[in-house]
């Protein structure tokens, strides 16, 4: 099975995100800042990273350029899923190290499509 | 809202343009709360949770979406402002947020409810998403840039529905020149809004409390409706096409049919200048459209009681002006027109010197012998028979009955201004009498007789007594026209010199002689015979 991080401060976000991705049949495992992002990512080494951008402590494009400098992390897909939908901001995104970037809202199908493009063929 | 528009927050937002955008996102925002609680009340506890965060969601946006007065305040007083997202990018982010929520959850229930057939909450929740979409369709159109004037009033002349009627609802507003419960039964409602979720929403609720609610989606079905039909209240949304809420609402209060139906002006403008002009045109309540269900059923139940209350008043105050009538009527009755109106007045005393009238005794000779053979009801049916058109003569020249005292009957006439000619007015009476007692006596066994008597002169005339009072005449004049009617001749009316002379051109008279007048002394008489 999979395992998915999902960094979100909301933690409406997250308890519906984490739900339906379990019954997708994924790993599910929480971070609600960009320090525990890092941390986490950093401990559990999902396969795949779903990440906000706005969050307290330090927001989504320091920790995505933090994990891309490390070595352990620098090849786990960082999917943006954020709420900031202006070009600039996007660029950011991309600039920062994420694989792809998605603006809320998601539809879930789409979202579970997203995530089977960028998980890596074999299970690592 | 149709085809891609842009709307600008330029540095210095147009105040049209904000309450444009509040408009449209509070819109279907308000409409996903009030959607989300119906769910809740009718859902099977599985669902609580997650309609739950729904509902919190929608209360966050709602928060989103007031704090862009806020924005346009901050974004007016530091349009310099580069530090960090701007405030646009704030709030389109927060918007977002809080809709990716709603819309995931609904989404997630979607799923659900359509594996357990719930076919009505599937629908509501269909309801929800589309209104989600909606809001994210707004949000697009929302983008941040610096512009010119040029371009602002460019985007302004734009065909947007929207901003037209907001701003053209602001301008009826400031050109306006207008001066000012569980219910116990059913009423009829007349609910008019031009948005279909509104009014969806708001019928079920009145529906649920067991209304009848009828629907009309612009100012032009409503006022048309108005006409044809009756309504007990109206619900009435200021922002529409065409005719807007408030012109809807200057158009009921000028016409009579219309005035007093009551109405609830429900609009997501929420400055207080709106509510309170609202109230001076002569609405009876005012909801914000994000109502709660019981403050709308709480203001639907106080207006209709009000009506209720104005409707009994309006009842009570034509029963009084009926009965005010009634007894000005009875007293004109009894006292002549002319003094009923100076008691009204407020005299108090009613005591006139009259210098010149004419005074007529007429006695029923023999009557009393004649009503001790008869029974009490012939006798009063004869008396009125004779009485009733004496009556109807003396009014028809204009003339006053004073009073009749069993079978005497007596008139003055020159007591108000009506009659100058009062000598020749009572002679014509006079003459009509005798001719009422000779044509009756004709389908009467016993015939009756009369005598009569006329004089001319000055009399003090007033209202006397408290109780059963009358209008009573005094004087030497009074007295000599009693002594000519009862010093006189069955048949004949005898008139005394001073009235003689009065009407010696115009009628015939025969000279009786001098009599002697008890109190007076010797008078010289004639009697009337007809006219020349």
Same mark, same amino acid.
């Given at each position: 099975m999979k395992k998915i991080l999902l960094v979100d401060d909301l933690e409406a976000s997250r308890k519906l995100l984490a739900t339906?991705?379990?019954?997708? %049949?994924?790993?599910?495992?929480?971070?609600? /800042? %960009?320090?525990?992002?890092?941390?986490?990512?950093?401990?559990?080494?999902?396969?795949?990273? #779903?990440? /906000?951008?706005? #969050?307290?402590?330090? /927001? %989504?494009?320091?920790?995505?350029?933090?994990?891309?400098?490390?070595?352990?992390?620098?090849?786990?897909?960082?999917?943006? #899923?954020?709420?900031?939908?202006?070009?600039?901001?996007?660029?950011?995104?991309?600039?920062? %190290?994420?694989?792809?970037v998605e603006i809320k809202p998601v539809r879930f199908k789409q979202l579970v499509e997203i995530i089977g493009r960028h998980l890596p063929a074999n299970g690592s | 809202m149709s085809g891609p528009r842009e709307i600008q927050i330029k540095t210095v937002p147009d105040r049209a343009l904000l309450a444009t955008i509040q408009h449209e996102l509070r819109t279907p925002a308000t409409n996903i709360a009030a959607y989300t609680k119906m769910l809740l009340e009718e859902s099977p506890p599985a669902y609580t949770n997650d309609l739950g965060e729904i509902l919190k969601a929608s209360n966050i946006l709602l928060d989103s979406i007031s704090d862009l007065v806020q924005l346009g305040e901050s974004l007016r007083s530091a349009p310099d402002c580069t530090d960090g997202p701007d405030g646009a990018t704030r709030l389109r982010h927060d918007l977002r947020s809080s809709i990716d929520i709603i819309a995931g959850y609904v989404d997630f229930l979607l799923e659900r409810t359509e594996a357990q057939n719930d076919k009505k909450i599937h629908g509501d929740l269909l309801r929800i998403s589309r209104l989600a979409e909606e809001m994210i369709d707004v949000v697009n159109r929302i983008t941040s840039g610096i512009g010119s004037?040029?371009?602002?009033?460019?985007?302004? $002349?734009?065909?947007?529905?929207?901003?037209?009627?907001?701003? *053209?609802?602001?301008?009826?507003?400031?050109?306006?020149?207008? +001066?000012?419960?569980?219910?116990?039964?059913?009423?009829?409602?007349?609910?008019v809004d031009d948005n279909e979720q509104n009014r969806d929403l708001m019928c079920r609720h009145l529906r649920r409390d067991g209304h009848h609610v009828y629907i009309a989606e612009n100012g032009r079905d409503a006022l048309q409706m108005l006409r044809e039909d009756y309504f007990d209240i109206v619900l009435l949304d200021i922002i529409m096409p065409e005719?807007? !809420?408030?012109?809807?609402?200057?158009?009921? *209060?000028?016409?009579?049919?219309?005035?007093?139906?009551?109405?609830?002006?429900?609009?997501?403008?929420?400055?207080?200048?709106?509510?309170?002009r609202c109230i001076e045109l002569g609405a009876d309540e005012y909801l914000p459209k994000s109502f709660n269900p019981a403050m709308l059923r709480a203001r639907l139940a106080a207006s209709l009681e009000k009506k209720r209350l104005r409707d009994r008043e309006q009842h009570y105050l034509e029963q009084i002006r009926i009965e005010r009538e009634r007894s000005e009527r009875l007293l004109t009755d009894i006292l002549p027109y002319a003094i009923v109106e100076r008691l009204k007045n407020g005299e108090k005393i009613i005591a006139d010197d009259v210098k010149s009238v004419t005074v007529l005794f007429c006695d029923l000779v023999g009557f009393t012998e004649f009503s001790s053979r008869l029974s009490a009801i012939e006798v009063v049916r004869r008396l009125n028979?004779?009485?009733?058109?004496?009556?109807?003569?003396?009014? $028809?020249? &204009?003339?006053?009955?004073?009073?009749?005292? !069993?079978?005497?009957?007596?008139?003055? &006439?020159?007591?108000?201004?009506?009659?100058?000619?009062?000598?020749? =007015?009572?002679? *014509?009476?006079?003459?009509?009498?005798?001719?009422?007692?000779?044509e009756l006596n004709k389908f009467h066994v016993d015939p009756l007789?009369? *005598?009569?008597?006329?004089?001319? !002169?000055?009399?003090? =005339? !007033?209202?006397? &007594?408290?109780?059963?009072? +009358?209008?009573?005449?005094?004087?030497?004049?009074?007295?000599?026209?009693?002594?000519?009617?009862?010093? &006189?001749?069955?048949?004949?009316?005898?008139?005394?010199?001073?009235?003689?002379?009065?009407?010696k051109d115009v009628y015939e008279f025969e000279h009786r002689g001098s009599i002697e007048i008890k109190g007076k002394g010797e008078m010289s008489t004639y009697f009337l015979l007809g006219t020349r």
């Open positions: 339906r991705l379990k019954s997708a %049949g994924f790993e599910v495992i929480l971070a609600g /800042d %960009g320090a525990e992002a890092v941390s986490v990512a950093t401990t559990q080494l999902p396969a795949l990273i #779903l990440m /906000d951008m706005r #969050l307290p402590v330090k /927001d %989504g494009w320091t920790a995505t350029r933090e994990l891309r400098a490390q070595e352990t992390t620098a090849d786990i897909p960082i999917v943006a #899923l954020t709420a900031y939908d202006s070009i600039p901001q996007q660029r950011q995104c991309i600039e920062a %190290g994420c694989n792809a | 004037d040029e371009q602002k009033s460019e985007y302004l $002349n734009q065909i947007h529905p929207d901003l037209t009627l907001v701003t *053209r609802a602001l301008r009826t507003l400031q050109n306006l020149d207008v +001066t000012p419960v569980r219910p116990e039964s059913p009423a009829r409602v007349l609910l005719i807007n !809420g408030y012109e809807v609402l200057v158009e009921m *209060r000028s016409d009579k049919r219309l005035r007093q139906i009551p109405v609830i002006m429900i609009s997501s403008i929420e400055e207080i200048d709106s509510v309170v028979e004779i009485f009733l058109r004496f009556d109807s003569l003396v009014e $028809n020249y &204009g003339l006053e009955k004073i009073k009749s005292i !069993g079978d005497a009957y007596l008139a003055v &006439g020159g007591l108000t201004a009506t009659n100058p000619d009062h000598a020749a =007015a009572i002679a *014509r009476l006079s003459l009509d009498m005798r001719d009422t007692v000779v007789q009369f *005598r009569m008597g006329i004089h001319t !002169g000055s009399i003090v =005339a !007033g209202v006397i &007594g408290r109780k059963r009072f +009358t209008y009573d005449v005094w004087g030497d004049a009074v007295n000599i026209a009693s002594r000519m009617e009862s010093q &006189g001749v069955p048949g004949k009316i005898q008139v005394s010199e001073a009235t003689y002379h009065l009407l």
